[in-house]
């Protein structure tokens, strides 16, 4: 019953977010925003964590799974691929690189960041 409840409430969460994306007239998908909820919803503590733990593992355990029906459905496509193939490989190829390009450059500057911080904590306690 446990796992049920927490479902639901991740599914509410969902629903949400489709209301959101039908109601606000940007370009964002329904499942970000049913994201930024969910993680604002957690972080002011609206939401403990324990109320969708062992749901969220259990979902993330299974997540390949859901990638199978699309990897079929590019099977099928073949055809219409076949064409782009070369494009489409080096755009996946750039776009990879430039996404582990600004991820580290993020990453860097929030343990930069925090590392400032804790120096200045430190000072202030001497």
């Known amino acids: 019953m446990k796992y049920l409840k927490q479902f639901t ?4 969460i969902s629903f949400i977010g489709e209301l959101l994306k039908e109601i606000l007239p940007l370009p964002v998908p329904a499942s970000i ?5 969910l993680f604002l919803c957690l972080e002011t503590g609206i939401i403990r964590l324990s109320s969708v733990k062992e749901t969220a593992k259990y979902l993330i355990e299974i997540m390949p799974l859901m990638f199978i029906p699309a990897g079929v459905g590019l099977l099928e496509s073949w055809g219409v691929l076949y064409p782009i193939l070369v494009k ?13 390009a600004v991820s580290g450059k993020v990453t860097q500057g929030v343990i930069r960041h925090c590392g400032q911080k804790k120096t200045l904590e430190a000072e202030k306690n001497e």
Not at 9 to 12: E, R, S, V
Not at 33 to 37: A, C, D, E, Q
Not at 88 to 100: G, L, P
């Open 9 to 12: 409430l991740i599914l509410a």
């Open 88 to 100: 489409t490989a080096i755009i996946i190829i750039i776009s990879t690189i430039v996404v582990m």
């Open 33 to 37: 925003y049913g994201m930024v909820l």
